[in-house]
């Protein structure tokens, strides 16, 4: 177990260090606010002082950081039009204190109390690198101890490896609490499954306790997220009085709703005005109306990958070929499971669509077209995991192998189709190796990175279910 368990953390932290390595500074959704947040963070400024202008408009808390921590020009990149290659960039090495704005100015500490610290001993390109390094990791450990725990469930395993798509590798090995927060809600699913199929255990409670700690705190959502990750669970294993006897699920579950609420009291009231510029007036029908013809698109492809700030997208078909393999879990899951099972799963790509409707329509007046997928993929990869939880088939090795070798190379185009847009532009054909802009560690690091992190993944989904526990039968009862 424990060599498994440190042979997955290498996959995953293999994988989304390429990230880490690969992407330029704000290479993704958001980075530049966090990353001032965590410098912030580090450097005991635990609310803004002030406010200051971002460069969408938006009225935001500031925080006194050093002109190093951030390129001059950090946007160039994608506005304004036409997106060009992240060499437009400025370094700067000025040390001078200057307010930065951050629009996470006013989020929990948590996850940026994690990942802060190099980038205040080394406020610039160089801590923001081993920032997102410590990042990595932490959301590899997260996922490497889902794996270990499911290791007697080939199917699951395979679930594990699928819900790490491009995007949430990406996310994971950035600046941006978003990638912890979706590693949180995989552990969660599965600690809590395995709570509840196999009983008691110190060991499972401290796991989901952590997760859930995690869940709670990181993001505004996560109290509802996590809710509905554990009714979820509940309704498929049919117990839930077991968790209100474990002192360990409850303190930890305990101390993350005292954080969350306690934050929110510190915290007060957000500090963004909105300028008349960004408001749209558009009204619920017309912003259903988008979303039916429109924006689903991107809620689909953000899923498996559509990235930076949204601009740079991967082959539709690469995307197709990642949505057969959830089916390919999930339909035999719906079609040979229980009634729970298909309540669950369902009632979860429900939730996920209605959260992001909701967010459209109290935002979209405000700023704009605002949802985005990620946002509800703590609880999305639930799908995918019950599915795998539900053992519907059988799945034998060699199978498993070619389930998870698809990804892998998905994974891998992807990564080069976002260092092409970087390096080279992004109308380019894919050249992942040159470009007026490289990576500091060289453009064939971070490709090797996440090739050999996905077949580390791919060998331990091989060697997994060296025997199958029986079964719920709340789970594996079509009559239930």
Request: aromatic residues 10%; positive net charge.
């Amino acid at each position: 177990m424990r060599r498994i368990f440190v042979l997955a953390f290498l996959g995953y932290f293999l994988l989304a260090g390429a990230w880490a390595l690969a992407l330029p500074t704000n290479g993704t959704y958001d980075e530049k606010q966090h990353l001032v947040r965590a410098y912030a963070v580090w450097d005991g400024q635990f609310l803004p002082h002030g406010t200051a202008v971002d460069g969408t408009g938006l009225t935001v808390g500031a925080f006194d950081a050093p002109r190093s921590l951030l390129p001059g020009n950090v946007d160039c990149a994608w506005r304004p039009k036409p997106y060009k290659p992240v060499s437009c960039q400025q370094p700067v090495s000025d040390r001078t204190r200057v307010p930065m704005p951050s629009s996470a100015a006013r989020y929990s500490p948590v996850y940026y109390l994690l990942v802060g610290l190099p980038l205040r001993i080394s406020p610039d390109r160089t801590g923001l690198v081993w920032a997102r390094l410590l990042s990595a990791a932490f959301s590899a450990l997260l996922l490497a101890a889902a794996l270990a725990i499911a290791l007697r469930n080939r199917v699951l395993t395979v679930a594990l490896v699928l819900v790490a798509t491009p995007m949430a590798m990406n996310l994971a090995g950035s600046i941006n609490p978003n990638g912890l927060e979706i590693s949180a809600g995989v552990l969660v699913f599965v600690s809590l499954l395995a709570l509840l199929r196999d009983g008691p255990s110190r060991a499972l409670s401290a796991t989901f306790g952590i997760a859930s700690f995690l869940l709670l705190t990181i993001r505004q959502l996560g109290p509802l997220l996590w809710l509905l990750a554990v009714v979820a669970c509940v309704v498929v294993c049919g117990s839930w009085r077991s968790l209100l006897r474990d002192r360990i699920v409850l303190w930890c579950g305990g101390l993350g709703l005292v954080g969350y609420v306690g934050w929110l009291l510190v915290a007060g009231r957000s500090d963004a005005g909105t300028p008349a510029s960004l408001r749209t007036g558009m009204g619920v029908g017309a912003i259903l109306s988008g979303i039916a013809h429109t924006r689903y698109q991107f809620y689909l492809q953000q899923v498996v990958g559509q990235f930076d700030y949204g601009e740079t997208t991967i082959s539709r078909l690469a995307v197709a070929v990642w949505y057969l393999l959830f089916l390919a879990l999930v339909v035999p899951a719906l079609w040979r499971g229980g009634n729970r099972l298909r309540l669950a799963i369902v009632g979860l790509v429900l939730a996920c669509a209605v959260i992001l409707v909701g967010l459209e329509i109290h935002y979209v007046p405000l700023v704009g077209w605002f949802g985005q997928s990620r946002y509800v993929l703590p609880i999305g990869v639930g799908a995918v995991l019950l599915a795998g939880f539900s053992r519907g088939f059988a799945l034998p090795p060699w199978a498993g192998v070619v389930l998870v070798s698809v990804p892998v190379l998905v994974e891998l185009y992807a990564l080069a189709r976002v260092m092409t847009r970087f390096q080279v532009g992004i109308s380019a054909g894919l050249n992942p190796l040159h470009g007026t802009w490289l990576p500091a560690v060289g453009p064939v690091t971070p490709l090797v990175s996440c090739f050999v992190g996905g077949v580390l993944l791919a060998v331990i989904v091989g060697t997994s279910s060296v025997r199958q526990p029986p079964v719920p039968s709340t789970v594996n009862t079509a009559s239930n």
